[in-house]
Each structure stands twice: as structure tokens, then as C-alpha cells.
């Protein structure tokens, strides 16, 4: 009964391996959309000028959320950074929505649509996170 | 007192059910060709948008509702409220941007600024509402 406790505390929850698999996509997102020309996420992400704001503010949205994993979540707990974890749900929705601008992007210019899936599975997931994370981060607090 | 409160909730029901099929006649009337011409997964690529921009200000909202009372009574009907008025409001400017000629950047632009517009409006709404007829929490 102890082992089996000691290793749960030990593993990974689920949130955080969830929040880790976002920032890792969101990274390779961006870096195949600045330096892989001949991808279909390329051609997403450079469609439009706004487009490509999107795609910057991405990469720095990436940069500020894996602070926040790599500092909360994975660093032992006298290690926090107040901000991003208190900004967490935003970081969150932030990169969603630049999730959901190449989306709409992808969709508005007829470009291949079988990246959709990719981008809809995203959209849908990371608020789902962040709602719960919000539950059990703030619900019952009061 | 409770007489009153159950005929302002007749009034509104009846005004809702008065105006939603004058509101769906004028809409297509003023949207219509552009509802002919837009693929479905366009429209659902602008609900998605505009649903994402309505989530966000829905965790904010949620998290400044948990730390000041710790829980929420009724989640789904704030959830809802603030979600319809951000799709609401998304959909029209898009259809509107459409026929007004806004470059797509701008256009995606003005459906995240209406979608949180929207969301502002039913909240207000929704707070005045429910202030008028149901009694402050002590």
C-alpha cells in the first residue's frame, strides 16, 4: 500500500503531461512553420500577414508556457513562478486561439484541408484542460 | 412579489418566441446570398474561433467567480451565456465583414473583437437580468 502510494505521488499526472504535449506541439508548430518551407503548415502559417503575426505570437506563447511547465510542474515545489501560473488559463487560450486563427486561415484561402483534424483536435482539447485545471485549482477554494 | 417575478418571466419568454422568427426573417434577408455562398466548414471555422475567444472570457470569468465565492450555482447556464453571445456576435460580423469587403486578416480580427464584444453584452445582460428578479444573496 505505501509502494503504491509513494508512486503515485511520484508519477506524472495527467494534466501535466497534457500541459507538457501542448507546449511541445506548439514548439514544433512554430518551428516547422519558420524553417520547413515545403510543409502544408508553412503554407498556413505564411498565407497572410496576419497570419504570420499569429505564428510569432505563437512561438512566443510557447516560450512563456514552457516556463511555466518547466518551473510549476516539473521543478520542485519551491521553485514557482507566481505570473505564468496565475496567467495560466490565459497562456492556454492564447495559444488555442492562435490555434484557431491557422484554422480559419487554412479554411478562408482553400488550402489542403487535411491538416483540420490537427488543428481541431487542439481547439477542442486545451480549453477543455484549462477548464478543468481552473475546477481544480480554484472550485471550493472560498 | 412571486406573482410579479412569474409575470416578468412570461413577458420575456413571449417576447423571446415574438422576436426569434422576426430576428431569423431579417437575417436572412440581409445575409442570405452570403449564407448561400459560405461553405459549412467556413462557418463552423468562425464558430470555433469565436467559441474559443467566448471560453477565455469564460475561465476568466469562472476564476474571479471561484475566488470570490468559491462556487458557482447554475455552471452550465454561465457557461452557455457566455459562450452563445461570443458565437452570436462572431457569426454576424462575419457574414457583415463579408459583405464589406475586409481583407481576411482583418476579418478574423473582427470576429475575435465581436466574439468578446458579444460576451461583454449577454454577461451584462445576463447580471442585469438576474439581479431584477431573483433576491441578492446575503
Known sequence: MNSTYERRKTTLSADILFRIFVVFTAGIYGSTALFQPETLIYQVAHADAFSELIMFSLCLLTIIGAVDVG??????????????????????????????????????YGLPRSILPFYGLLVVLIPIAAFIDIQKRYRFTK | MKNDLKQLLIATQLSFLVLWPMSAW??????????????????LATLLLSS??????????????????????????????NVTGSNTAGLFVYFGADSWGIPNGGKAVAIMAAAYGGNWFIERAVQSFTNKTVPEAK
Open chain 2, 26 to 43: 431579417a437575417a436572412t434577408l440581409a445575409f442570405g446570398e452570403h449564407l448561400a455562398s459560405e461553405s459549412l466548414l467556413s462557418i
Open chain 2, 52 to 81: 474559443v475567444v467566448g471560453i477565455t472570457a469564460l475561465l476568466s470569468a469562472l476564476k474571479k467567480e471561484y475566488e470570490k465565492s468559491g462556487e458557482i450555482k447554475r455552471l452550465w447556464l454561465f457557461i452557455a451565456s
Open chain 1, 71 to 108: 518551473v510549476n510542474d516539473l521543478l520542485p515545489e519551491r521553485f514557482v513562478a507566481k505570473r505564468t501560473l496565475k496567467e495560466r488559463h490565459l497562456i492556454n487560450m492564447a495559444i488555442t486561439l492562435c490555434f484557431a486563427v491557422q484554422m480559419w486561415t487554412c479554411v478562408k
